[in-house]
């Protein structure tokens, strides 16, 4: 569904945004009528509390939400969404002075509380609608929320209707919409040509593996995204058990997330080359599944030794990452839901990331602080380097032990770039409960940080 603020109206309700501490000088200035239903109804201000007036006619006249305090705003974002989704129906417009970048936050979640994954069961829409506020850039904010919504719907949807081929029609279908270009190498042609380990891990599935290569732009710096598309993950021989496989629909977040975020680009026309890898496969169990030391040769020629077949997508990365290489980009940036570590190392609210570049480090977590988008930096510790390296091979997809499982696994992925600027992001792309703006299910992270900081990472 698209994104949309109401149309400008005269009748558009005014809608007062008011803190605890703000909340007596507030009333100081309104009708006794006001101040009345206020107490009636136990309004306090408090962040999410939402109260309506009724005009002369019984239709709502006037509306306020609460902004609480400081310190509760610090434990949430997106507060304002919470109070926007009590709002009954209605066009409503913002009085609040805000400063400028808080506001655009809070209009984005007002955009993203409208989200419904409603492609198996209706659920109704929101009904309360907000006039874009003065100084907001509306077209902007659309953007963003609509690639936001695109990634949800990606890994809202389940792996019978979200395999490798209709993940490729996704990518088409974006790609369709923006003037894009887009191939893909499927099946056995991976193996002709020198995607080998994309192949050992697809094959066993019925819908067969595929890379998928979408470019976009002829002008700027070069981006190259590259997004784990494995539309479920059975662990393979290492079978998971149903405990873990229980979210695996998710488990193509990393793709889902750089289309999110390519869309974002595409719609605002930034200036820059765009390219976008997504390795498209599913793994499962057959005869020819890969198996526990297999030595795999991958597209740079490291060769690796399987220890997990429930390791895959960082063998699946690790060829796109290679191809995306070679052509020297300014930046290149992988985005996966690759470790379980991650998530034990920081939970699943922020999106943790390895770069060795203190200009990026720099640029995303501005960006994310400002936007409300946390990431937390993560470090690519090269005395772990051992670790990954299992003497048989080059590399040991799933090093013993158990220690820094995130580190080794990014450690990993950067063997596989050399002559790039690389980043990392290892995301979690599910929300595991509900929260403003945020309903549980898929999710995207880091993807509105880093489109705002490729404003500063990628200038001319």
């Known amino acids: 569904?698209?994104?949309?603020?109401?149309?400008?109206?005269?009748?558009?309700?005014?809608?007062?945004?008011?803190?605890?501490?703000?909340?007596?000088?507030?009333?100081?200035?309104?009708?006794?009528?006001?101040?009345?239903?206020?107490?009636?109804?136990?309004?306090?201000?408090?962040?999410?509390?939402?109260l309506v007036f009724a005009g002369p006619d019984g239709s709502v006249d006037m509306a306020?939400?609460?902004?609480?305090?400081q310190t509760s705003r610090s434990r949430g974002r997106f507060h304002?969404?919470?109070?926007?989704?009590?709002?009954?129906?209605?066009?409503?417009?913002?009085?609040?002075?805000?400063p400028k970048d808080v506001l655009a936050n809070e209009t984005l979640g007002w955009l993203l509380c409208a989200y419904r994954f409603d492609r198996y069961a209706k659920n109704g829409p929101m009904l309360a609608e907000l006039v874009a506020p003065e100084g907001v850039n509306a077209d902007l904010m659309i953007a963003?929320?609509?690639?936001?919504?695109?990634?949800?719907?990606?890994?809202?949807?389940?792996?019978?209707?979200?395999?490798?081929?209709?993940?490729?029609?996704?990518?088409?279908?974006?790609?369709?919409?923006?003037?894009?270009?887009?191939?893909?190498?499927?099946g056995d042609d991976l193996l002709a040509q020198n995607l080998p380990m994309i192949h050992a891990v697809g094959r066993a599935a019925d819908r067969a593996p595929r890379l998928i290569d979408m470019r976009w732009g002829a002008t700027g710096k070069k981006l190259t995204l590259v997004g784990k598309g494995v539309c479920f993950d059975t662990g393979g021989l290492n079978l998971k058990p149903a405990a873990s496989m229980g979210l695996m629909k998710k488990d193509m977040g990393g793709a889902a997330a750089v289309l999110g975020l390519a869309r974002m680009i595409m719609?605002?026309?930034?200036?820059?080359?765009?390219?976008?890898?997504?390795?498209?496969?599913?793994?499962?169990?057959?005869?020819?599944?890969?198996?526990?030391?297999?030595?795999?040769?991958?597209?740079?020629?490291?060769?690796?030794?399987?220890?997990?077949?429930?390791?895959?997508?960082?063998?699946v990365l690790a060829d796109?990452?290679?191809l995306a290489d070679e052509e020297k980009p300014d930046q290149i940036i992988s985005m996966a839901t690759?470790?379980?570590?991650?998530?034990?190392?920081?939970?699943?609210?922020?999106?943790?990331?390895?770069?060795?570049?203190?200009?990026?480090?720099?640029?995303?977590?501005?960006?994310?602080?400002?936007h409300a988008d946390p990431v937390w930096r993560m470090p690519f510790h090269t005395p772990y380097e051992a670790m990954i390296e299992p003497g048989i091979a080059d590399l040991d997809n799933a090093p013993t032990g158990?220690?820094?499982?995130?580190?080794?696994?990014?450690?990993?992925?950067?063997?596989?770039?050399?002559?790039?600027?690389?980043?990392?992001?290892?995301?979690?792309?599910?929300?595991?409960?509900?929260?403003p703006a945020r309903p549980k299910g898929g999710v995207g992270q880091a993807t509105r940080a880093l489109f705002a900081a490729f404003d500063t990472l990628l200038k001319k």
């Open 402 to 435: 158990g220690f820094a499982g995130c580190i080794t696994a990014a450690l990993f992925l950067r063997r596989f770039v050399t002559d790039s600027p690389y980043a990392h992001f290892d995301i979690y792309g599910w929300q595991p409960t509900a929260a």
């Open 80 to 98: 304002l969404a919470d109070a926007a989704a009590k709002l009954p129906k209605g066009a409503y417009r913002l009085e609040t002075d805000l």
């Open 267 to 315: 719609a605002t026309g930034m200036d820059i080359q765009l390219r976008v890898l997504i390795p498209a496969v599913e793994n499962s169990v057959s005869a020819n599944s890969f198996r526990q030391q297999d030595i795999l040769t991958s597209r740079k020629g490291l060769t690796v030794e399987v220890n997990n077949t429930d390791a895959e997508g960082r063998l």
């Open 144 to 186: 963003i929320a609509d690639g936001e919504m695109l990634t949800r719907d990606l890994i809202n949807t389940p792996a019978s209707d979200m395999g490798p081929p209709d993940l490729e029609n996704a990518a088409r279908r974006l790609a369709d919409a923006y003037g894009a270009r887009i191939s893909v190498i499927t």
């Open 338 to 370: 690759l470790t379980g570590a991650a998530r034990v190392a920081v939970g699943p609210d922020l999106a943790p990331y390895f770069s060795d570049s203190q200009t990026f480090v720099s640029a995303v977590e501005a960006a994310a602080a400002t």
């Open 64 to 69: 306020v939400a609460g902004y609480g305090t």
């Open 1 to 50: 569904m698209p994104a949309k603020f109401a149309e400008p109206t005269a009748k558009a309700i005014p809608l007062h945004l008011i803190g605890e501490s703000q909340l007596d000088d507030w009333l100081a200035n309104q009708p006794a009528s006001v101040s009345g239903w206020v107490a009636a109804n136990s309004f306090t201000a408090a962040l999410g509390q939402a």
């Open 320 to 322: 796109a990452l290679a």
